[in-house]
């Protein structure tokens, strides 16, 4: 679609621009650490104590920024002022809030390398992935645009009940969106959201998680920067709880929009459910448990380079991380020693060093979930094929740093065969048919991503066939269930894993954000 979406992730590190210019961002981001920050309301830019730190995990020293904590009144004000927003923002034409978020899609191009490094500070992300991330969010905005174009604008002509008459189909925004994101892509999954949100013509109220909330303050500042009205894009910080009882309990919240975990989207769901008066949109994509099949006709070292991105890329802080993987019987012990081999020589460490593959975990409860995981596989007789260890001294003496760590020997039905745990902890199981694997990757509640290895091409049929889940991928080495590109992959959960059935980046996306009127006009 771009330029730049040709040359993020496996082209940067190799690239010296690249390189270059993700070096001067680092200098350039260290004028921002520190700082307080402000809530923006309306025109407003509001300090509002208690402020909370924001320290990064690569560093627990550095000190990312200090942020507001919105009380429930300044939520309400924040809802109030995006309200009168509204009116005037969804009657611009489309044509007109199409180029509003292609400004501000290059906004964000503009300052590519400043954003990968805040997002490096910021969520301990390499560099190749920083990168690819800031290139995601340009190419959502872009691909909003397009798609909205593409459509018509939803305003379509319909047949008329007597000739003469008007009849038409369009699309309508609802009103003002609450738009939740989490701290694994800080910049992209909120552009995602609020970046369709905008462009069907609802406003927005940006909440980004208190682990991560610097991006998303320079997500806003773009799309003001880029035309949207400062009453139509609000910035909020601050506890998620508090807001979340505000947000589900205002009957002038028209919908929500949230990327997290499975337990707090299905309270969302319930909680604003209950206290509307009536049922409004809530879009929700909530992690999965996402399975690789390796056959006995698979190229094993497309498929261990594959697995290997997909489970250790970002410590595996990914909801579309791959978390189990069935290969055949018959390759099952080569395929384990060639994974244990490449796994062993992937360099964990400093993220905003060049070579760095893993860098930390976001903080301490991810750290606990890592030490729990690994003492329950073992005492449940899992064997660590490699990992399985914190890191200390040196460079990981200020964050959450761990090895990549491969299990085998679990039973099938064991918690965490079942259970999201957003650490860099693969677990490998050996299958003796395509069907019996294809029946333990549809046997969880989720059905975020999927992939598939094999050069027989009736297997790969079989493949996209049976399996549940919408994001599915056959011997992909860049990725074997990572990586979805706007445009290319639409970000789809299935089952538990979303409430739509509709990916960002897709072409059914948008409509999400909006509702159907049909409109006749007699003559």
Known sequence: MTQEKKLTYADALGDESFNAGYEDGLERVRSWLGLAHPLMIGTEEVFSLPEFESRSPLDRRILIGKFQTATPARIRGA?????????????????????????????????????????????????????????????????????????????????PEHPGDICRSVMRPYGVFAVISPFNFPLSLATGMAGAALIAGNTVILKPTSVAPFSVLKLCEAFRQGGVPPDAVQYLTGP??????????????????????????????RTFAAKQRYQKPIITEMGSKNPVIVTEHADLAKAVEGVSRSAFGFSGQKCSAASRVYVHESVADQFIAMLKNHTENLV????????????????????QV?????????????????????????????????????????????????????????????????????????????????????????????????IQSGVTYAN?????????????????????????????????????YMREQAQMQVR
């Not at 979805?484 to 059935?501: D, I, L, Y």
Request: hydrophobic share 40%; glycine share 14%.
């Open 79 to 159: 809802i109030a002022a995006a309200g009168k927003g509204f009116s005037s923002w969804q009657e611009r034409a489309g044509g007109e809030r199409a180029a509003i978020i292609r400004r501000t899609s290059d906004i964000l191009a503009a300052e590519k390398f400043l954003l990968a490094a805040l997002i490096t500070y910021e969520c301990g992300k390499n560099r190749a992935e920083a990168l690819a991330e800031v290139f995601e969010a340009v190419d959502l905005l872009r691909h909003h645009a397009e798609v909205l174009e593409q459509n018509g604008f939803y305003n379509i002509p319909a047949s």
């Open 476 to 512: 992909r080495r860049g990725g074997a269930t990572t990586g979805a590109w706007p445009g290319t992959q639409a970000f789809c959960g299935w089952k538990a894993s979303g409430s739509t059935g509709k990916g960002v980046g897709g072409p059914f996306y948008l409509v999400s």
């Open 240 to 269: 998620g709880r508090e807001f979340g009882e505000v947000i589900t309990a205002s009957p002038d919240i028209a919908g929500i929009a949230f990327t997290g975990s499975r337990d707090a989207g299905m309270l969302l769901h």
């Open 370 to 466: 890592f030490t729990e995981s690994v003492e329950l596989a073992t005492k449940d007789g899992g064997k660590i094929v490699c990992g399985g260890n914190v890191l200390s001294g040196g460079v990981f003496s200020h964050g959450h740093y761990v090895q990549p760590t491969i299990v085998t020997g679990l039973t099938r039905r064991h918690p965490l065969a079942r259970k999201e745990l957003f650490v860099p902890f693969l677990i490998v199981e050996k299958i003796s048919t395509l069907a019996e694997a294809l029946g333990e990757a549809n046997s969880t509640d989720f059905g975020l991503t999927a992939g598939i290895f094999s050069e027989d091409e009736g297997e790969i049929a079989l493949f996209f066939s049976r």
């Open 348 to 367: 964990t460490g400093d993220p905003r060093l060049k070579d760095t593959v893993i860098g930390p975990l976001i903080d301490g409860r991810a750290m």
